[in-house]
Structure formats: structure tokens, C-alpha cells
């Protein structure tokens, strides 16, 4: 029996989600009249692109580059802030501020604080260009979501 790689591991893991999630989104109950998008679209659609890119990332072949052979020096003499785990852990916490100032502070602030601070946490130094690209992705989003597929998000302190 051959040995599963990390990156089949993370696709098993993930491909699980993607099952109980689309099991939830099964759930949800289709909206009293006729729509061309009904509620539970989104979620199924979701679902079945992780699971599909689970499913990918499972059949992926790691390549030699890809296995370092020894620990980076560099890597070793990093800040404890940018250590591999550390990004995790870090970037785990702003996801869990995000859920939980989502609605005093609305989707458009949150989710733009989220993404410009990640991306400036992970490297990124020209702000301009990381602020433009957040406000665009976030606002497009919003605007999708709110105008053209009638779905709520919490506008907070901006008067949306």
C-alpha cells in the first residue's frame, strides 16, 4: 500500500467538507416562487468546486522541488511572526476577526481590512495597488451580491 502525500491528506480533508457541505446546502429550503437562481444555488455551486478541486489537488504529483530536503536556513532565522505556522495560526485569527467584526463593522470594511492585511502580512508592499485591488474584488462582490442576487450583507458603518 503506497504512502499518502501531505497534499492528498489536505484533499481528503477537504473533499470530506466539501461532502457536508453540500449536504447542508441540499437543505436549504427553495425560495415559495419561481427564480432563475434560487437560494440554495450558491452553496451547491460551491460545494462542488471544492470538491472538484479536492479532487485535483488529490491526483496532483508532487514534484522534487516541492519536498525541501533540508530546513531554509533563512527560514530558521525568521521572525517567529513569519515562520510557516505562525502565517497559519496568524492568518487563522484574521479570519476568525473577520467572522466576528463582520457585522459591526460591515462586509465591505471587514473584507477589505481582511484582504489588504493579508496580503501586506504576506509580502505584498506596493499599498496602493493592494488597496485598489482590494476596495475593486470587495466592492464587485458586494455589489453582485446585494444588487443583482437580492442577498443581504451588513453594511455596518458605511451607509450602503
Known sequence: MTRLNTN?????????????????AWQIRPFP????IDS?????????????LSLLLFLEKPKAQDIPEELDPEEQAAPLLLKPWSRVIVTTLAIVAYALL?????????????????????????????????????????????????VYLPTGLLPL
Open 33 to 36: 416562487l419561481p427564480r432563475p
Open 102 to 150: 463582520l457585522v459591526p463593522v460591515g462586509f465591505v470594511l471587514a473584507s477589505v481590512s481582511l484582504v489588504f492585511g493579508l496580503a501586506w502580512y504576506y509580502g505584498y508592499r506596493r499599498h496602493g495597488v493592494n488597496l485598489a485591488t482590494s476596495l475593486g474584488v470587495v466592492l464587485t462582490l458586494y455589489l453582485t451580491m446585494t444588487r443583482i442576487m437580492g
Open 8 to 24: 492528498q491528506i489536505i484533499a481528503l480533508v477537504l473533499a470530506a467538507l466539501a461532502v457536508g457541505y453540500l449536504a447542508m
Open 40 to 52: 440554495d444555488m450558491f452553496p451547491k455551486v460551491l460545494g462542488f468546486t471544492l470538491l472538484g
